[in-house]
């Protein structure tokens, strides 16, 4: 019995590839969104920091400039803040993307394996029921060759 083989095998290779490839985007894409998670929880950290310190300053008497370039500081870090919320955003917007594109290069690869497994069955089941049908072929020479001789 011949081995069976998929037409289709090397178009189902590429379509595993692409799997794969979406899966590393989408892997990157959680990777950038933990990081700028990371980075807004920093700048919140220092947020804190910087205006406990202030209201220590503030409580043991300051300059009105350090007051200022303590504002200053906690504003800029307001507005980082801000920013990289939009950031996330837009990271979670394309994070989305990738999973959709993941998703759709899994069902267009998972569609191919079916098809492979159900022409392998079929494959299957010619090839027995051809050595089925050359086994019987074979009985009944046999069982005619015993008549022909049992004539004789």
């Known amino acids: 019995m011949k081995k069976f083989q998929f037409r289709l095998q090397s178009l189902l290779k590429y379509k595993r590839h692409l799997e794969q490839v979406a899966k590393q985007s989408m892997a990157q894409a959680v990777a ?3 990081a700028c998670e990371q980075h807004i929880t920093e700048l919140q950290n ?3 920091t910087a205006t406990d310190q202030l209201d220590a300053l503030v409580e043991k008497g300051m300059g009105a400039g350090q007051f200022n ?4 500081f906690i504003t800029a870090v307001d507005q980082m803040i801000m920013l990289e919320h939009s950031r996330k955003t837009e990271l979670e917007k394309i994070l989305d993307d990738k ?4 998703k759709q290069r ?8 079916r098809l492979r497994e159900k022409q392998a069955r079929e494959y299957t089941h010619k090839m027995l029921r051809e050595e089925q049908k050359n ?3 074979i009985t009944s020479l046999r069982t005619a060759r015993k008549v022909n001789n ?3």
């Open 46 to 48: 220092d947020r804190i």
């Open 150 to 152: 049992e004539r004789i």
């Open 69 to 72: 370039r303590y504002r200053q």
């Open 106 to 113: 899994t069902i267009e690869k998972k569609a191919l394996e």
């Open 32 to 34: 950038d969104l933990l």
């Open 135 to 137: 086994l019987d072929e």
């Open 99 to 102: 999973r959709k594109a993941l």
